[in-house]
């Protein structure tokens, strides 16, 4: 996967993961790939919900040692 744009929102607490990466969309052409990471267990069901309402496609999501990552390719 060619990820264009990367997020840390590492230390962040709901919303400010998702406002972060909502930024970072807006900066990007459609069809580019978006990739952040965070350490907020909320935000497996806050990203897949965002996808679902703004259009953008949720590629996938994965957990691993309390490190969540999320990948939206630009609606």
């Known amino acids: 996967m060619d990820i264009e744009e990367r997020v840390d929102a590492c230390g962040l607490d709901c919303p400010l993961p998702l406002l972060k990466a909502k930024q970072a969309l ?11 990471v965070c350490n907020d267990p909320g935000s497996m069901r806050d990203f897949a919900a965002f996808a679902k309402q703004s259009g953008n ?11 969540y990552k999320h990948w939206l390719r630009k609606a």
């Open 26 to 36: 807006n900066k990007l052409e459609p069809g580019l790939i978006l990739e952040v």
């Open 57 to 67: 496609e949720l590629l996938g999501q994965e957990e691993s040692a309390g490190e």
